[in-house]
């Protein structure tokens, strides 16, 4: 399978049905992101980026370009959760990461663009809430899905989908419920 990482200018304007300089504008306005080429200095754009761009513009996606990601990140401590998560997610045909705590969990977002987090609430000197509003309120993550590790005595359960989780799931995590929302999520 031949996977298309990057676009110039005059492959996004074939897929808008626009000429390449407006693409250009678009960059230059800070409207669509890419990078310069050193040398001449033609633009690239990242697929995911591009994608991005024609979701929040309501355009229609092509669909050679609307491969949905499988990239997942674990944010939790708790062994178990890694474990079970990973694995089940794993077999579900997911790229799974896994971060120990949010500083090498926002450096590997960075990095890996996850279509989805899966937030273990239980996770000391964190807030989830936080990190939920945080990735809400920027652009790059604003469709990236959520789902919330929460313990089944956690009354704030509505409090997690009401500050943008897509779904919560209790502890002890039953593994099959785990995969079965993170595949609903990505639409595997």
């Not at 669909?63 to 998560?85: F, M, N, Q």
């Not at 897509?166 to 099959?176: E, L």
Request: charged share 20%; proline share 4%.
């Amino acid at each position: 399978m031949n996977e298309l990482h990057v676009l110039t200018t005059g492959e996004a304007a074939r897929y808008c049905g626009v000429n390449f300089r407006t693409v250009i504008r678009w960059i230059e306005r800070g409207q669509l992101k890419a990078y310069k080429l050193p040398g001449r200095g033609d633009h690239r754009i990242c697929v995911e980026d591009f994608v991005g761009f024609l979701r929040d513009n309501a355009m229609p996606v092509p669909s050679e370009l609307a491969v949905a990601s499988r990239k997942v990140l674990l944010l939790t401590a708790d062994p178990e959760i890694a474990g079970t998560g990973r694995q089940g997610l794993q077999q579900a045909g997911c790229e799974v990461e896994v971060a120990g705590d949010s500083f090498v969990a926002g450096t590997m977002m960075a990095a890996c663009k996850p279509a989805l987090l899966v937030l273990d609430a239980n996770l000391s000197q964190l807030n989830g809430f936080q990190i939920l509003d945080h990735l809400r309120s920027r652009s790059e993550f604003a469709n990236m899905h959520a789902v919330v590790v929460a313990p089944a005595n956690d009354h704030n359960q509505q409090r997690w989908l009401d500050a943008g989780a897509d779904a919560v799931v209790t502890t002890p995590v039953d593994r099959n419920e785990l995969v079965a929302k993170v595949k609903l999520l990505l639409e595997i």
